[in-house]
């Protein structure tokens, strides 16, 4: 079985469309590998607060985009070019993801943390959810292996969180600063908006040892 440990911030762009690709060369192109992907936080705006930042004023604070629209275009035609309906435009705040990335980390015991990071991903991007609150994490939890009140306590738990502000550092100090980051067999890594072909032939790589 293939190990692949991926690195991620659920509000990251091309973490969708590097999620998405990963999935779509697993079954496109390696379609009897057995994998095991293994999901990590990184924190990208750890102190994001409740009500979320702003977009459009995040990006002219931080970059001084005037137009965010224009911005989004070269993410936006990625994402198109791998069949994934990408309009940054939709969804215009960034929301905590401590508790989020905590359900995916309890995921790990259910089975479940690939699927449930992609979940809370799509939600947040495709339906324009707010991520940063537990019961929505709570609703989209329950398919993936959670009892409703049980994930709303650990999204609520600080010992959870805490969890997550650790494993984030030790990425951190791992050198893992571009997300998303994908490490393959413990060994091959490449980071950041890799095509499909550079995703497959990480793979073939480790295949091939």
């Known amino acids: 079985m293939l190990q692949i440990d991926l690195y991620t911030e659920i509000t990251c762009p091309w973490c969708i469309i590097g999620q998405h690709r990963l999935d779509k060369v697993l079954k496109e192109r390696f379609p009897d590998l057995p994998v095991d992907i293994r999901h990590h936080p990184v924190l990208l705006m750890p102190d994001t607060p409740a009500e979320g930042l702003y ?17 989004f275009a070269r993410a936006e035609a990625e994402a198109r070019a791998s069949g994934l309906d990408l309009d940054l435009g939709r969804q215009p705040y960034a929301y905590p993801t401590q508790a989020a990335h905590a359900l995916i980390k309890a995921a790990g015991a259910r089975g479940t943390q690939h699927q449930l990071a992609v979940a809370f991903t799509e939600a947040h991007f495709l339906q324009a959810r707010n991520i940063g609150k537990a ?18 306590a650990i999204a609520r738990d ?52």
């Open 55 to 71: 977009i459009p004023d995040l990006l002219f604070k931080r970059y001084g985009v005037t137009d965010p629209k224009a911005s």
């Open 135 to 152: 019961d929505v994490l709570a609703d989209i939890a329950v398919a993936h292996g959670f009892e409703r009140d049980e994930a709303l």
């Open 158 to 209: 600080p010992a959870w969180r805490a969890r997550v502000e650790q494993s984030a550092a030790a990425s951190a100090a791992a050198g893992v600063h571009s997300v998303p980051h994908f490490v393959f067999g413990g060994h091959v890594a490449i980071n950041g908006g890799r095509s499909e072909d550079e995703i497959a032939q990480a793979i073939c790589e480790v295949a091939s040892r």
